[in-house]
């Protein structure tokens, strides 16, 4: 149902920033939680970082803790990722998702987007 494209990515060197964006539409937006995951080359997808339905709580891997933040503006079903301090191994591509449950915050999503690509040179 819902629809979700991601943009922003590019390539950035170390120690630089970006601010992902994931659009929602088709469906309802400010009811669920929404993540970002990543993919590097030859390596599993893996949780980068969730907020709530409203925005009140948030969640992040450890590796992206005080560098990365996520923010939504349900008004304009938009999802952001900034990006700071920015290191090689933050390359991947980047998706976002919404939850599979509405107000509740868990580990199930679904409804991915295309990805957008993030490269940092050393």
């Known amino acids: 149902q819902v629809q979700l494209v991601e943009s922003g990515g590019g390539l950035v060197q170390a120690g630089g920033s970006l601010r992902l964006s994931c659009a929602a539409s088709?469906?309802?937006?400010?009811?669920?939680?929404m993540g970002w995951f990543r993919q590097a080359p030859g390596k599993e997808r893996e949780f980068v970082a969730k907020?709530?339905?409203?925005?009140?709580?948030?969640y992040y891997v450890d590796s992206v803790k005080g560098r990365f933040t996520i923010s939504r503006d349900n008004a304009k079903k938009t999802v952001y990722l900034q990006m700071n301090s920015l290191k090689p191994e933050d390359t991947a591509v980047y998706f976002c998702?919404?939850?599979?449950?509405?107000?509740?915050?868990?580990?199930?999503?679904?409804?991915w987007g295309q990805g957008t690509q993030v490269t940092v040179s050393s």
């Open positions: 998702a919404v939850s599979a449950t509405p107000y509740y915050m868990g580990a199930d999503f679904g409804s």
């Open positions: 907020i709530s339905w409203n925005g009140r709580n948030t």
């Open positions: 088709g469906g309802t937006f400010s009811s669920y939680a």
